[in-house]
């Protein structure tokens, strides 16, 4: 468990060796969530875009979030318009798939990923932060809602309903 009080935490760009490890942490967090009855990442959807996230660690998307020189997490990012978000041309960075390891679980390691991003897309001239996740995924709606994430809309894509989610900078 890390220490909250004194988290130093930075990101650190995913090697393309590393792509394994991406996919394992990946997986471990949507098994956890499933034994909980969250329906967020179902393993056979992993299974079907594990050639997709191979290909976004080899094209620099994905990163760890590193804590004392070890990985505790994932989490992809992504600056180019999405069509869940209408192409919108807005200049937004969107997170995605991001993933705490279970033993690191509420120590605050999301928390600060998302500050530090925040704080990336802010000096990058990114107007917003966005995200999208299950409509149906309460808690999750929550935390993010909990870190300043207003709520967009609810958009449908062929698999399921997301609610799309967008916190503004200070450029």
Not at 43 to 60: A, F, H, N, Q, T
Not at 61 to 78: C, D, R, T
Not at 127 to 137: E, F, G, K, T
């Amino acid at each position: 468990m890390l220490d909250k009080t004194h988290m130093k935490l930075y990101l650190q760009k995913v090697e393309k060796q590393d792509a394994v490890e991406v996919i394992s942490i990946l997986r471990k967090s949507a098994e956890w969530m499933l034994s909980k009855g969250i329906v967020q990442r179902p393993l056979d959807w992993l299974d079907s875009i594990e050639s997709e996230l191979i290909l976004s660690v080899k094209s620099g998307n994905f990163y760890f979030p590193i804590y004392h020189g070890e990985p505790v997490g994932v989490v992809e990012v992504l600056t180019a318009p999405e069509k869940i978000w209408k192409y919108d041309s807005s200049p937004s960075i969107y997170l995605h798939k991001l993933a705490i390891k279970r033993e690191n679980a509420g120590s605050g390691v999301g928390v600060s990923v998302i500050k530090l991003l925040t704080s990336w897309a802010s000096k990058n001239k990114k107007r917003y932060v966005r995200l999208d996740c299950v409509a149906s995924n309460i808690k999750l709606r929550n935390y993010y809602e909990s870190n300043d994430f207003k709520l967009k809309g609810i958009e449908s894509n062929e698999l399921v309903e997301l609610a799309l989610y967008e916190k503004q900078t200070k450029i």
